[in-house]
């Protein structure tokens, strides 16, 4: 079905100057892949390992949503990896050319850069292979390897470039000026005060706050009632809390292509945290924002004054102390849970949300498979243009299904991917079910 369909990425020039990159003329474009390739395997080891030890059993095939929802063979996990391997082989590999050449090696041609491209923006990045291979292989890195090299060859959707030109502008993916994020938390602030009684304010860059809180930069005009939720919680908890102004956005799109664009995101979010004095910095709900804060923080910005945290695991402290409690019967639905690929198989968020759902929902049904076995949604990576959304919609097929056969109500992804993909996907699939947040059912259940 998606099978050539190629993800535009005529990026103009002057917006990936932003990202300090440069084309490169298509007729250079495989010769400086291979010297791009050859520098990163000095030092991504993982990558190396992976394209060494693939036996090619097969046993990621029937397990990738990619592959199950095009039928397409360069879907399968090992098929698209092999796109690198066999030039991995012919370059790089150990012994004589004609035993390489014997082994399946083939010389880069710019046939291969178009393979590249097309495959590695139809893999959402979600590491369910990895679940399934004997050896352990992550698809995931060998496709944020190569999207790494063709961004600097150029390549690079629209999409993307148009995000991270947001970003470097605004704080945030929308790129939302920050009049109009102010005129935003007033009206918020304004619906709190209609629906509560209570002044719950949204602060910003309230300097010595206990928390900083980053969402995701849609919470702010599309997942509304999440971001009330937060601002209702933090307030019946007692604590202190603000947005920065620097930043509104836990999503970093720089994990799905392009390290130097993760690395100054999360500088950015870590600034805004010292310059406010803060306790700690709270991630909003963002299945990858959350794993490059868990995972890499640290590692890109040294030693930090302070933890990170989840948004859950910050409000489940609250409920274990008895600092906040929920009425169930505000959520009388049949509610089934979405694990995001990046909180369940890469952050460390599985038990979290669930203990929150136990306490907020009336009716509860676990999705099979679920947990890290759980199928991706099929928009992560960033895959959220107009243009791939017939893609999209066959990425997201298996998820329907699972979804379909809890008859839930409520579909609860709480991840601002998840949120921007599945009504569509519920929707060209026929299925009949709200996706809201977990923020939205806490905050509709909240005893204030």
């Not at 095009?70 to 590999?93: C, E, H, Q, W």
């Not at 409000?315 to 009425?327: H, K, N, P, S, T």
Request: with cysteine; charged share 25%; net charge neutral.
């Amino acid at each position: 079905m998606s099978e050539k369909v190629r993800i535009p990425y005529e990026t103009k020039e002057k917006d990936l100057k932003d990202m300090f990159l440069y084309p490169v003329a298509v007729e250079d474009q495989p010769r400086a892949a291979i010297t791009l390739l050859g520098e990163m395997l000095k030092y991504k080891r993982s990558l190396k390992l992976y394209l060494d030890v693939c036996t090619h059993c097969g046993a990621c095939v029937e397990q990738c949503h990619s592959y199950l929802g095009t039928k397409d063979p360069y879907n399968m996990p090992v098929a698209r990896v092999d796109l690198v391997r066999s030039i991995y082989k012919k370059v790089f590999g150990p012994g004589p050319s004609f035993l390489r050449d014997w082994d399946g090696a083939k010389a880069i041609s710019q046939e291969t850069i178009d393979l590249w491209y097309t495959y590695f923006h139809q893999c959402n990045q979600c590491r369910r292979c990895a679940m399934f291979c004997p050896k352990g292989i992550d698809t995931a890195e060998v496709t944020i390897a190569i999207r790494e090299i063709l961004a600097h060859l150029g390549l690079v959707s629209r999409f993307h470039a148009g995000i991270v030109k947001n970003m470097n502008k605004t704080g945030n993916n929308m790129g939302t000026p920050h009049p109009a994020i102010m005129d935003g938390i007033e009206f918020l602030e304004e619906e709190l005060k209609e629906e509560t009684g209570l002044d719950i304010p949204i602060p910003m860059d309230q300097e010595g706050a206990e928390v900083l809180f980053n969402p995701s930069s849609s919470d702010l005009f599309n997942n509304t009632d999440g971001l009330m939720a937060v601002a209702k919680i933090f307030y019946k908890a007692g604590v202190s809390w603000t947005l920065s102004s620097q930043i509104t956005e836990t999503a970093n799109f720089g994990l799905f292509f392009h390290e130097p664009t993760l690395r100054e995101h999360s500088r950015r979010l870590v600034m805004a945290g010292k310059e406010l004095g803060v306790k700690r910095l709270v991630a909003g709900e963002c299945g990858h924002g959350w794993r490059t804060w868990r995972m890499f923080t640290q590692t890109l910005n040294g030693p930090l004054p302070f933890p990170v945290l989840h948004l859950f695991e910050e409000v489940l402290g609250y409920y274990r102390a008895g600092r906040i409690q929920f009425d169930k019967t505000k959520n009388p639905e049949v509610v089934t849970y979405h694990d995001p690929c990046n909180y369940a198989r890469a952050g460390d968020l599985i038990q979290q949300p669930r203990e929150l759902l136990a306490a907020c929902v009336q009716n509860f049904k676990e999705m099979t498979p679920t947990a890290q076995y759980s199928f991706c949604c099929g928009g992560g990576s960033g895959i959220l243009m107009d243009e791939a959304k017939d893609i999209r919609m066959a990425l997201g097929q298996p998820k329907a299904e699972c979804v379909r056969s809890t008859g839930a109500e409520i579909l609860c992804a709480p991840c601002a991917i998840c949120k921007a993909q599945l009504p569509d996907v519920m929707k060209h699939h026929k299925v009949d079910v709200k996706v809201k947040g977990l923020s939205d059912l806490l905050g509709r259940a909240l005893i204030l």
